[in-house]
Antibody, heavy 117, light 107 residues
Framework: QVQLQQSGAELAKPGSSVKISCKAS????????ISWIKQTTGQGLEYIGY????????NYNEKFKGKATLTVDKSSSTAFMQLSSLTPDDSAVYYC??????????WGQGVMVTVSS | DIQMTQSPHSLSASLGETVSIECLAS??????LAWYQQKPGKSPQLLIY???SLQDGVPSRFSGSGSGTQYSLKISNMQPEDEGVYYC?????????FGGGTKLELK
């Protein structure tokens, strides 16, 4: 069965970076892009961007350019998202999701990132 | 970006009742519309894609319809496990955007 297993919760200080992972199983990893989505109580669900798991090519939502960096390790079927120069506004739950081009059919369990001094 | 507006913000339904949730796009999205259900502490789960296609494993009491800028999700025969927050999402133009959510509770 398709599974996306994300890394654990992060507590980070303002100005620092975090890197969260998303390990896929149950399907051919390079056959689907992986997208990342941010969820907050105030802003709801916001799309961050996607990575082509075969080529490593990326496409970011303009809003998250410079904030998020997406990478992939095909050998371990794992996608990564690094969030840099963290501020309290980056506190959220971050999901990875398998991208079916127009919708997202499987989601990871989410990673809560808390930015606090 | 395409704006997605859901209504109502919240609703409550009795067991067995039929409910509808609406989603309005700020421009035509050619049926590239998905619906998700999210339960507390869990990730969103895909229910409907391409406006009316039922995702594998989703009960047939869920159905989607619409065209152009207006879409709806219908839940027939409300069950306790249907409680949660429902989101629409457009996949017509990049970046994908989501509605603000509709909270559904059992009366």
């Amino acid at each position: 069965q398709v599974q996306l297993q994300q890394s654990g919760a992060e507590l980070a200080k303002p100005g620092s970076s975090v890197k969260i992972s998303c390990k896929a199983s149950g399907y051919t990893f390079t056959s689907y892009y992986i997208s990342w989505i941010k969820q907050t109580t105030g802003q709801g669900l916001e799309y961050i961007g996607y990575i082509n798991t075969g080529s490593g090519g990326t496409n970011y939502n303009e809003k998250f350019k410079g904030k998020a960096t997406l990478t992939v390790d095909k050998s371990s079927s794992t996608a990564f998202m690094q969030l840099s120069s963290l501020t309290p506004d980056d506190s959220a739950v971050y999901y990875c999701a398998r991208d079916e081009d127009n919708y997202f059919d499987y989601w990871g369990q989410g990673v809560m990132v808390t930015v606090s001094s | 970006d395409i704006q997605m507006t859901q209504s109502p913000h919240s609703l409550s339904a009795s067991l067995g009742e039929t409910v509808s949730i609406e989603c309005l796009a700020s421009e035509g999205i050619s049926n590239y519309l998905a619906w998700y259900q999210q339960k507390p502490g869990k990730s969103p789960q895909l229910l409907i894609y391409y406006a009316s296609s039922l995702q594998d494993g989703v009960p047939s009491r869920f159905s989607g319809s619409g065209s152009g800028t207006q879409y709806s999700l219908k839940i027939s025969n409300m069950q306790p496990e249907d409680e949660g927050v429902y989101y629409c999402q457009q996949g017509y133009k990049y970046p994908p955007t989501f509605g603000g959510g509709t909270k559904l509770e059992l009366k």
